[in-house]
């Protein structure tokens, strides 16, 4: 069983984000960059199918310009045996993401396709359902556990409700959710291992995907700053101030 | 424009997020269908037929839908789509699961979790955990739009409106429900409580959160906890809030033992009163207390559930 793993270049979860002065977009100069971490969650699950016996390969795909390849070779160094970089310099939505991945997975034909559930740059949550919609396969969203048997993928998934389970006929398309694994780390020879793991580079263009915006990014603004707030001394002022000033209990 | 909104329910009552996404579509326009789909969904039909705004609701009641999978569900909304100028469902799971798969069928880009409408063609939503918030314009001639219910008011009630069934069935060919294990509680739901009071690693353990019970009991609040408390096992993971669980924006909304990480923030940021307890001064929690108590929280729990 073959696994493909699509991957996105974020900014690192420690960073909290900045909006640039013009109001145009969030300022990524000089912020530190990372493997998506639910992505990261997907490239993990893939590697132990593989480790299990259950895969065969693991494919590792990332959409961006030629600085998504440092991610790939992470996910390398983590586990896979190959990367492939659909390049393109154009912010695309989620739907021409999807668009593309769809025409790799027709040439790939993995068997299972584990994305995240969502970035957390554009919190999305959208990539994986249309993907599975395009390719016209089952999907398994916000996954915590997962089991792979007799032609199917049975998996647990983190509702608002609490876990749902349900089992799905691959091919099939799986998102995870933050408590499907904990990742590894990557070792040090496996890193250096990684730098001679094939990477192919395939132009975005050459897919033959309209890949023309459809959305226009207006304006990015800092959410409303809350006022200062005061520390109170004791239970009884915090009780007081709740009930007399913020109004808010009786 | 027509929009149509997809109804929010569990196959036993509707849920507050549809009256939230009903007062979303009224910014947009006037004429609102909302759907049912569902098993034994006449009584939720009769609710949806009652929140001020709506003008008609379509009901399709079937086995099918029993668990409102994705695959069949969107493929009935796209059966329903022609003529809508706007689709809208909550950010609910069964919305985020359901509605990209619907947006990608009709050859759409889909707009995640609106938190304002500004036009017809254009929302503002939070992006990097609520750290920024994005004005986008939909270049569609069809919106494809999930709402964060928290943002929106719940709409007045009107009285019933017509009710249409379709009867189409389809049936899901890729996938089956084999169980839920139901969070069981005698509480308000997290994203619809006006008072909610969350539990973080701090709590050390789930018995302590039996610490939270008592005051949570006397506010007639809801319970809620960080990532770090329900992946150390203290609680089910229906109780996390944050930019990967549950976006909350109480009347008041009590941190115990939470450091106050961003991914914690971009949950409960927008709640109208923040109180923090914390025996760390400089937990980042702190910065966004309305009240900020720095005390042991062994020690100040229960006096706080006999003060109230
Ligand atoms: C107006 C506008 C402005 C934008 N500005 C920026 C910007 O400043 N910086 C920026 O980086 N992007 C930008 N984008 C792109 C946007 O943030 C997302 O990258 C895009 O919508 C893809 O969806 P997502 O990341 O939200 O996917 P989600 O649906 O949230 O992601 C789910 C999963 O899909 C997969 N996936 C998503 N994207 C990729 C990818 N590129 N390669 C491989 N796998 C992937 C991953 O497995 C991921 O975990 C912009 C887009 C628009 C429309
Ligand atoms: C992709 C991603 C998504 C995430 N999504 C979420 C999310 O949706 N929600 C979320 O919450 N987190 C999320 N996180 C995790 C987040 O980064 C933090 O790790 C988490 O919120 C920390 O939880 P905490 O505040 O309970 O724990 P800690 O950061 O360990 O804080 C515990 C706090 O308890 C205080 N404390 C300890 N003992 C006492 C005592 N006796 N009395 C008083 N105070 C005490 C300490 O001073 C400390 O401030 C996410 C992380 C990633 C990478």
Redesign the interface.
Known sequence: MKVLVPIKRV?D?NV????KADNTD?DLNNVKMAINPFCEIAVEEAVRLKEAGAATEVVVVSIGDKACQEQLRTALALGADRAIQIDTEQKL???HV?KLLAKLVDQEQPELVILG??T???????????????TK??????A?KVVVEGGKA?VT?????????????LP?IITT???LNEPRYASLPNIMKAKRKPLDVIAADSFGVDLA???????????AK??G????E???E??E??KNE?K??S | MKILVIADH?NGALKPETSKVVNAASKIGSDITVLVAGANVAEIANSAAQIAGVTNVIVADDAVYA?Q???NT?DLVVELASGYSHILASA???G??????????L???????IIAVVDEN?FKR???????????????DVKVLTVRASAFDVQASQGAVAINSVDSAVAN???????????MSERPEL?AAA?VISGGRGMQNGENFALLEGIADK?GAAIGAS?AA??AGFV???MQVG??G?IVAP??YIAVGISGA??HLAGM?DS????AINKD?DAPI?Q???????ADLFE?LP??EK??
Request: charged residues 20%; proline residues 4%.
């Open positions: 900014i979860y909290k984000a900045r909006v969030v939505e989620s739907l999807a559930k969502q957390i740059d554009a919190d999305n949550n959208q990539t994986g359902q249309m993907l599975a919609a395009l396969r089952g999907q398994a969203t916000f915590s049975v998934r983190e509702v608002d409700g609490g876990l749902q389970t349900i089992s799905v006929a099939a959710d933050l408590r915006p459809r959305v226009t990014l207006v304006r990015v603004e800092e959410p809350r006022q707030g005061i520390v109170v004791s239970v009884s915090l009780v101030k709740l913020a808010v209990i | 569990d668990q999978l994705a695959e969107a609910s799971t069964t985020k699961n359901m509605m990209p798969r619907v947006a990608a069928l050859d759409k880009s889909q707009i995640s979790e254009t939070p992006i990097y955990a609520g750290n920024a918030i994005a004005t986008v314009q939909s270049n569609e060919t890729t996938t089956e429900f084999v169980s839920v294990e139901q969070t994203t008072v506010l990532r329900v992946d089910p993971n229906d930019q990967t549950k009347n008041l961003i991914q940021k109208k009163v923040i109180v001064p702190f966004v207390a309305d009240y900020g108590l720095v100040v006096e706080l003060a109230l």
